[in-house]
């Protein structure tokens, strides 16, 4: 077995599952057989052999060289290269074909974490029916961070063939879903990415712990004994305790010259405090861990020599793994936990030490930096990297009361006994089954029925056309001004805007002036700068759809605009009222790309709305819904028996958000196909042609 959180999380479930895992070293071809039924009797676990150099390549050379670093926000140690990216790639092949063997139709296939990103996508192409969900156990970084992986494309891709993607917390769920945006230009909402003609559905699962297991080995005589005579040993001390595996994500050199800075400022704690330190061995072929073990045994060392004396060393370092006996009595025993890690996607050891403080109720010290960090309210919150501040908290910790500890302990208790790895496992397996039986239901967006939409057309008492332009009603040109209404259009929508079973609305992100030059004297509704103006089809007027704005950000913008405009050979940005659109339909196709992904970045974290278009980025102030206007006149249409609405194009409005009514909703997708949408057609050519059917039925009547 090994050590770390997944194995831990996973030998937590109750339900029964196959593990198809690597066994950790290379099996001779002739003994394959034995292993291979071994395994299957006793573990239920099926091995996936790999010869040594692809396994060291694909778990120490990308897994843990590149991955881990990257995704723990340390792109610095990338140590990527085309050889290693190559054993990944024939890892992940090599699962796919082990598991595409055994699959049967009902299965359901749960990846685990970052040495799997392409297996979904692989075992897709061997097994289109699999339903497979992949669930993350380490931070997923922000896009910031993530866009410096050379394979980034490759390894979003290789996770979005899955219905279900999981994560332990909100703020990884949104670097993910931030970076499918910008990487791959996927459109996206708050649950998931609308990935080709599938919606990805994307989830926040918080992994947990076994309680009753630590809760039974509490009360074993072994257990027992092993707390008295570890009591024995550190009477007169306070204890702190450190459980980790040796790996510089958790932050061990900061923990432990958090350590000397404590003896520094509270001498007292000389002679009367010890750090019992386990580091557990991990990854020992990748050069970085090895750096590590030097520099936290001369630390160790330093401080020892500098605060122990004959009979008391202030740190007791372990560089091994320790049993459960050792490790439960360990948790007991001990006056807090510190926890410093830099960045870690969850952290078992600080819901392991809480179940365990059956008496002393100790205190946990615990990293900002991890998961468990935003579930854990009662712990005592550290940032690492902040010396000082670690050893205040470690003296106020062993200071704190009784009553203070025994309360903040209970809140701890309440969530980790609640937030178990069966919760875990069981909800991310229910959610799975939902999602793969959703995903079967949006396996494409089918094309819209002109015939069938005439016939309802023909036989409605009341309807609502609603079109967005560019894209929908003409093609999106090189130069915006150029895109004005045929006369054809321009007839076409003056018959229909006459027919009284009909109201007919344009929304757009253009300018108030040039809709209603375009579109002078036809009864017709528009929604300018994407819904932050409307104008009625019997005004003339245009509202303003919300207050007076504050509108000062534009002068903060107007020069990052135009300096992207001015990096971006053939872009351009135009200012609208209470909007600037950012064009770079005429720049290089990837540098436009590239630098639209950049601006992005920058306006994300402001506090405005970013709209992307195709090959346009918008950015306007908040809380400007086009879906309000147009709620407006949905309701004010029902009583007019409405009984048919055509929501046409990139409207940017969504169906859901509509009142509901008696009668059918069209939502109609344009060209690019996404799946807020129910039908597609493929380019404004198809749209004309709709019209033009429909113009000819109102015509008639007329
Ligand atoms: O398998 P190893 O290379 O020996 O590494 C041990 C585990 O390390 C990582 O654990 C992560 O998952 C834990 C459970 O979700 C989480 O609590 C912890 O914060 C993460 O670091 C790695 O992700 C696992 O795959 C390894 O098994
Ligand atoms: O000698 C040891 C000490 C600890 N652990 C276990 O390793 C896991 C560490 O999980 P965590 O999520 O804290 O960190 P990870 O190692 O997964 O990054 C916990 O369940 C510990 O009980 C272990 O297997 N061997």
Redesign the pocket.
């Known amino acids: 077995m ?6 831990a ?1 996973l030998s937590g479930l109750k339900s029964n599952f196959i593990w198809v895992g690597w066994i950790g070293t290379e099996i001779d071809e002739e003994d394959r057989p034995v292993v291979k039924d071994l395994l299957w009797k006793n573990y239920s676990c099926i091995p996936v052999f790999l010869e040594e150099r692809v396994a060291n390549e694909h778990y120490n050379g990308f897994s ?1 060289g590149v991955l881990w670093p990257l995704f723990h926000y340390l792109p610095g140690d990338l140590d990527y290269d085309d050889q290693i990216w190559n054993s990944y790639v024939e890892a992940n092949e090599i699962f796919s074909t082990v598991v595409a063997d055994i699959l049967k139709p009902d299965d359901m296939v749960w990846v685990h ?1 970052y040495h799997m990103m392409l297996f979904p996508e692989i075992l897709k192409q061997k097994k289109p029916e699999a339903r497979i969900g992949f669930f993350l ?2 931070p997923f970084p922000s896009s910031e961070i993530f866009r410096v992986l050379p394979c980034r494309k490759e390894i979003l891709m290789g996770i979005l063939n899955c219905c279900l993607i999981g994560f ?1 917390t909100y703020d990884y769920a949104r670097h993910f879903l931030k970076a499918c945006t910008r990487i791959v230009g996927l459109e996206t909402a708050p649950n998931g990415v609308y990935f080709r003609d599938r919606f990805v559905q994307v989830g926040v699962f918080p ?1 947990g712990i076994d309680p009753d297991k630590f809760f039974e080995s509490i009360k074993t005589p072994k257990v027992e004994s092993r707390i008295q005579e570890l009591k024995k040993s550190f009477e007169g001390s306070k204890v702190l305790i450190g459980i980790d ?1 040796l790996d510089y994500i958790k932050g061990i050199p900061q923990k432990l010259q958090a350590i000397e800075r404590l003896f520094q400022k509270y001498p007292e704690w000389k002679g009367k405090l010890v750090l019992i330190q386990v580091a557990v061995p ?2 020992q072929d990748v050069e970085e861990y090895q750096k590590l073990k030097k520099e936290v045994e001369e630390l160790v060392g330093r401080i020892n020599g500098l605060y122990g004396s004959l009979g008391y060393s202030p740190i007791h370092y372990l560089f091994q793994s320790v049993d459960s006996t050792e490790l439960t009595a360990l948790y007991n025993i001990s006056d807090a936990a510190l926890i410093t890690s830099i960045r ?5 050891v600080a819901q392991e030490y809480i179940v365990c403080q059956t008496d002393k109720k100790g205190v946990l010290i615990l990293s900002e930096f991890t ?1 468990a960090a935003q579930s854990l309210s009662g712990a005592v919150m550290i940032n690492p990297w902040n010396t000082e501040e670690v050893a205040d908290s470690i003296n106020n910790a062993l200071t704190m009361s009784e009553e203070e500890r025994e309360e903040k302990h209970q809140m701890l208790l309440n969530y980790v006994t609640k937030h178990t790895a069966s919760h875990w496992g069981l909800g991310f397996v229910k959610e799975l089954y939902k999602a793969s039986h959703n995903a079967d239901k949006m396996v494409s967006i089918p094309k819209l029925n002109i015939d069938e939409v005439v016939d309802i057309y023909k036989n409605s008492k009341r309807r609502l056309l609603i079109f967005a332009y560019d894209g929908t009603l003409i093609p999106y040109t090189n130069v915006p001004q150029l895109s004005r209404p045929s006369q054809e259009l321009l007839e076409s929508f003056d018959i229909l805007s006459n027919d009284p079973k009909n109201d007919l609305y344009i929304l757009s992100g253009r300018d108030k002036k040039t809709l209603s030059e375009w579109f002078n004297g036809l009864h017709i509704g528009l929604s300018a700068e994407y819904g932050c103006f409307f104008k009625d089809p019997d005004s003339e007027e245009w509202e303003q759809q919300v207050p007076s704005m504050d509108l000062s950000w534009k002068e903060t913008i107007r020069p990052l605009f135009k300096y992207f405009t001015l990096r971006t050979p053939g872009s351009f940005f135009e200012e609208k009222e209470m909007l600037f659109t950012w064009h770079y339909r005429n720049a290089d196709p990837v540098f436009g790309c590239i630098q639209a992904r950049e601006l992005h970045l920058h306006l994300d974290n402001l506090p405005l709305d970013v709209i992307v278009g195709d090959k346009t980025l918008g950015v306007r102030s908040y809380n400007i819904n086009p879906t309000s206007s147009m709620k407006k006149v949905i309701t004010d249409s029902i009583p007019k028996n409405l009984d048919l609405v055509l929501l046409i194009g990139d409207t940017h409005i969504h169906p859901s958000e509509l009142p509901q009514f008696e009668g059918k909703i069209y939502n109609i997708s344009v060209g690019k196909k996404s799946n807020k949408d129910s039908y597609h057609l493929n380019d404004p050519s198809e749209v004309i042609e709709l019209v033009n059917r429909l113009e000819k039925i109102s015509d008639s009547v007329a």
Do not use: E, F, K, Y
């Not at 090994?2 to 194995?7: A, D, E, K, R, T």
């Open positions: 090994s050590s770390g959180g997944l194995v999380a843990n974490d156990h380490i332990h992994v595996r991990s990854r870690d996607g969850m952290n078992l998961g």
